[in-house]
Nanobody, 127 residues
Framework: QVQLVESGGGLVQAGGSLRLSCAAS????????MGWFRQVPGKEREFVAY????????YYADSVKGRFTFSRDNAKNTVYLQMNNLKPEDTAVYSC????????????????????WGQGTQVTVSS
């Protein structure tokens, strides 16, 4: 049973920073990828970033590139999303997810590629 637990969300002013954490347990993840997605009410889930468990592949959505950084601590089975220069449009519930890795970006940006999801953490950016 895979469990993903996010933390680190909160309320921040525009231009501020937050770091989200996602602790994974329940299996080994050597051939998997971790993804971050976000969702606002009434809209579809939006891809933010993904990283292969090895760290060799990292890809960001254009909307966050240069502001967000995906990192990992394999010893802790934890990944992080450092979010800098936050904007009001970044407000959403952020969820981490685990799924089989593919080198195809168009595959990895799809929520359907991911088998396990965390409960989500709210990020609110005020203007």
């Amino acid at each position: 049973q895979v469990q993903l637990v996010e933390s680190g969300g909160g309320l921040v002013q525009a231009g501020g920073s937050l770091r989200l954490s996602c602790a994974a347990s329940g299996r080994t993840f050597g051939t998997y990828a971790m993804g971050w997605f976000r969702q606002v009410p009434g809209k579809e889930r939006e891809f933010v970033a993904y990283m292969s468990w090895s760290g060799d592949y990292i890809y960001y959505a254009d909307s966050v590139k240069g502001r967000f950084t995906f990192s990992r601590d394999n010893a802790k089975n934890t990944v992080y999303l450092q979010m800098n220069n936050l904007k009001p449009e970044d407000t959403a519930v952020y969820s981490c997810a685990v799924g089989p890795f593919s080198p195809m970006i168009k595959t990895m940006i799809r929520p359907a590629q991911y088998d396990y999801w965390g409960q989500g953490t709210q990020v609110t950016v005020s203007s």
